[in-house]
């Protein structure tokens, strides 16, 4: 079946703009995961969804980050003000929910801040 | 992250076995997962083992838990050129969702 698939797949912003980033996670997940990956190190948890509630936002750097899950399937995480330290790959997971069930990862988003 | 350690690089010969380790500090670590990306790519589910296990294998790979020490390896059998990425152990605790990555190591596959 379908993995999780992300758009866009590369996004290029000028400092201070708006971006949204897309996650569609694999069908009858129904937790979602959001992570931050920077050059040379592993992902770091931004948030985690169960259904369309976000169940554990812990890892959101600051208030210029949001994200949404309003039907409990497609997600879009949000940065506003971008800045150039915002510069990573965004990558999206989704698992079946139960402790223990393993994250499908997406391919990414690369997004680069000028 | 801090939670999970893992050495940067490792340069195995084609056709021998490949040893990748992983050291975590949370000792109410219950699951633990071993992941391969490759360039460009995201991340992809190698195997994953509870912590009440010692061992798993799958076919060319398998695994190791030391819960004592708090260490987890992963043994690649046979390691061919498609074996080259940067693999990265992750852990996360029961009742808790989200993982923890090491920072990955690099295994470069040499003829």
């Known amino acids: 079946g379908a993995g999780v698939s992300q758009t866009p797949s590369n996004k290029v912003t000028e400092k201070g703009k708006y971006v949204e980033l897309r996650c569609d996670p694999i069908s009858g997940h129904t937790a979602l995961y959001w992570y931050r990956q920077s050059l040379g190190q592993g992902p770091e948890f931004l948030i985690y969804?169960?259904?369309?509630?976000?169940?554990?936002d812990s890892g959101l750097p600051n208030d210029r980050f949001f994200a949404v899950r309003p039907e409990g399937s497609v997600s879009t995480l949000k940065i506003q003000r971008t800045e150039r330290g915002d510069s990573a790959v965004y990558l999206c997971?989704?698992?079946?929910?139960?402790?223990?069930?393993?994250?499908?990862f997406g391919n990414g988003t690369r997004l680069t801040v000028t | 992250g801090e939670d999970v350690e893992q050495s940067l690089f490792l340069s195995v010969r084609e056709g021998d076995s490949s040893v990748i380790n992983c050291t975590y500090t949370d000792s109410s670590s219950t699951y633990l997962y071993w992941y391969k990306q490759e360039p460009g790519a995201g991340l992809q589910l190698l195997t994953y083992i509870f912590s009440n296990m010692d061992m798993k294998q799958d076919q060319r790979l398998t695994v190791l838990l030391n819960k004592k020490d708090k260490h987890l390896s992963l043994r690649i059998a046979d390691t061919q050129t498609g074996d080259s990425a940067i693999y990265f152990c992750a852990e996360t605790t029961l009742n808790d969702y989200k993982l923890s990555f090491g920072a990955g190591t690099t295994v470069t596959v040499r003829a």
């Open positions: 997971a989704s698992s079946l929910g139960d402790s223990g069930s393993p994250l499908h």
């Open positions: 969804f169960q259904g369309t509630g976000a169940a554990d």
